[in-house]
């Protein structure tokens, strides 16, 4: 019986890479949302999802695949706002966010294809379903108030308390082997 990986990993390119990392935390997307039309989400719950888009963006910033960063982060920013239990995550918003996991996935295996490019601007699908999300998000947001701060803003500030507060709260991960991802 084998205990080799799948693939080995080591002979992959980063794009190659990017797109298992994609499949794996899409696939945790994917479980995770579909889990939310069976029952409403808790803090738990919501904080893995969040992880799962934080992975992705920084993984697709390092191979700049830049309409990936965009997505992902948009996820991000509807999880944490669904987090702080200002924004409802119904069918309808769980249908969009799937296209957004859909469209992750998509992009992570065109990556793979020789002259694929990850500098261009987004496709017009793409920046479709960026409005969307950014629509989501700004519901969510306008339901926050003006005052609300947006996760990760205390690291960019440089509040060391409101940082670790995020950190506790499950709003931010440490990257892993010291990459810096935002």
Same mark, same amino acid.
């Given at each position: 019986?084998?205990?080799?990986?799948? #693939?080995?990993?080591? !002979? =992959?390119?980063?794009?190659?890479?990017?797109?298992?990392?994609?499949? !794996?935390?899409?696939?945790?997307?994917? /479980? %995770?949302?579909?889990?939310?039309?069976?029952?409403? +989400?808790?803090? #738990? *719950?919501?904080? #893995?999802?969040?992880?799962? $888009?934080?992975?992705?963006?920084?993984?697709?910033?390092?191979?700049?695949?830049?309409?990936?960063?965009?997505?992902?982060?948009?996820? &991000?920013?509807?999880?944490?706002?669904?987090?702080?239990?200002?924004?409802?995550? /119904?069918?309808?918003?769980?249908?969009?966010?799937?296209?957004?996991?859909? &469209?992750? =996935?998509?992009?992570?295996?065109?990556?793979?294809?020789?002259?694929? %490019? %990850?500098?261009?601007?987004?496709? +017009?699908?793409?920046?479709?379903?960026?409005?969307? =999300? +950014? @629509?989501?998000?700004? $519901?969510?947001?306008?339901?926050?108030?003006?005052?609300?701060?947006?996760?990760? @803003?205390?690291?960019?500030?440089?509040? $060391?308390?409101?940082?670790?507060?995020?950190?506790?709260?499950?709003? *931010? /991960?440490?990257?892993?082997?010291?990459? $810096?991802?935002?």
């Amino acid at each position: 019986m084998s205990t080799d990986p799948p #693939e080995d990993l080591a !002979n =992959l390119s980063m794009r190659e890479l990017f797109r298992v990392e994609a499949e !794996n935390q899409v696939a945790i997307l994917t /479980r %995770g949302l579909l889990e939310l039309e069976q029952k409403p +989400a808790t803090s #738990e *719950h919501l904080a #893995e999802l969040m992880r799962a $888009a934080h992975s992705l963006k920084g993984a697709a910033r390092i191979v700049g695949l830049e309409a990936a960063v965009q997505i992902a982060h948009a996820l &991000e920013d509807c999880f944490v706002l669904a987090q702080r239990g200002k924004l409802v995550l /119904r069918q309808p918003e769980v249908d969009l966010l799937l296209r957004g996991t859909d &469209e992750l =996935l998509q992009l992570a295996r065109q990556a793979e294809t020789p002259g694929a %490019g %990850g500098e261009s601007a987004p496709a +017009a699908e793409t920046q479709t379903l960026l409005r969307a =999300l +950014a @629509d989501l998000a700004q $519901a969510g947001d306008a339901a926050a108030g003006d005052g609300d701060v947006h996760h990760g @803003d205390a690291a960019r500030r440089g509040d $060391a308390s409101a940082f670790e507060n995020e950190i506790e709260c499950g709003r *931010h /991960r440490p990257a892993p082997s010291g990459l $810096a991802l935002s």
